[in-house]
């Protein structure tokens, strides 16, 4: 018996042929919907670290009004800075921030060494321009490496340069960096095939205006008189010497708690002046007089 020429229908009036072509419609529209929805969410989980670091940015400015010095790298984990670490995770603990990135992952933080001790360390660091420590190269300026004051780290979801940390590096083009150790310097990239990290730094002029304010501080000595120390009683140091009839100007941070006195190193006994030492000193400039 001769096969029918005409495919077969079956009770709703398909031909097997229709119905496969509706099936791999169905198929293609369903495997486009997994990847959309795979994208929204790696553009999700983006966002979400992009905005992480904006707060993380924001609390490490606001720790450094409060304690006039940036926080040490975490170097064991616990969320809390590790004296003198200038490399490491950063310490959420202390800047008072969610722990992890949302790929569950601490931020990689580093710092420039002079900007972890004290407020004048700090200023007097900022103040001269900063000449060691960390640097980055930004993928959207100059493929110069420059200093920085601090700079934190999402690996971003993958480990793109396969080379066994989720951090990345790029090792050729004319942008290069290694964010894995910093060495010879981070690299901040649009994400390319083999780098997906976010990064985020702070400069040295940006971290000063948020905490260094200089003020000049004049001090007169009167004829005849011995020589007067000037003494800075917060950093525990002589500002410098004046001898009788002389007249010296000191830039000052804000804040500074001055002594005038009879001997060096914080020695002898404080001298008479107008107005009368210790005094901390705030505002645009200041003048001591000590009578002769
Ligand atoms: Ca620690
Ligand atoms: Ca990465
Ligand atoms: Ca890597």
Known sequence: MKAPLLPSLNKHGFTLIEIAIVMVIIGLLAGGGVSIMGMLTQRKARN??????KETKEALINYVTINGKLPWADTDGD??????ATSGTLPYLDLEVRP???YKRVLRYGINSNLGTDRPTTCNALKAGLSSGPRVIDGDGAATSFYIAAIFISSGPMDLDSDGDVFDAITSGSHQGDNTDGTPNYIRHTPIDTFDDLVVYIG???????LCEYL????????????AYVRDA?????LGNISGGGSTLYEIISGTRIEIRSSAGGGGSIILSDPPTPICLAGNGFTITIPP
């Open 48 to 53: 979400e670290t992009i905005d992480y670091l």
């Open 79 to 84: 969320g809390n800075q590790n004296n003198n």
């Open 100 to 102: 992890s990135d949302p």
């Open 204 to 210: 040295g002029n940006e971290l000063y205006g948020n």
């Open 216 to 227: 000049t501080l004049a001090v007169n000595n009167g004829t005849g008189e011995p020589t």
């Open 234 to 238: 917060n950093q525990g140091i002589d």
